[in-house]
């Protein structure tokens, strides 16, 4: 499944952004839902995730400063960024059709990933 991001760009240290995701119907499945994060030479890494009954995590990096939501009546899967910091730089991609009892870390447990939009926090 390829799905589309937008609201990626560039933002001064304190600023936010606002990442969104058209799900392809996905959000009104169950399965875990989640944003990940890759820098160049790194593993993508698990942001945050919300699992079937709202129930979200987060990185501890992000805890405190990012939201991520879900909404059925638009199908997508979104992402509230504030107080950024140079170091949440990177690209987000956007996760879906993941494990239905529990929410993964792991990037092989989702089968459906979008096409990445880009972070840059100077």
């Known amino acids: 499944v390829q799905l589309v991001e937008s609201g990626g760009g560039s933002v001064q240290a304190g600023g936010s952004l606002s990442l969104s995701c058209a799900t392809r119907g996905y959000t009104r499945r169950s399965g875990c839902l989640a944003w990940f994060r890759q820098v160049p030479g790194k593993e993508r890494e698990m942001v945050a995730q919300i699992q079937d009954d709202g129930a979200k995590h987060y990185d501890s990096t992000a805890e405190g400063r990012f939201t991520i939501s879900k909404d059925a009546a638009k199908d997508t899967l979104d992402l509230r960024m504030t107080s950024l910091k140079p170091e949440d730089s990177g690209m987000y991609y956007c996760a879906v059709d993941g494990p239905v009892a529990f929410c993964s ?11 990445g939009t880009q972070v840059t926090v100077s």
């Open 105 to 115: 870390d792991y990037p092989s447990d989702f089968r459906g990933w979008g096409q």
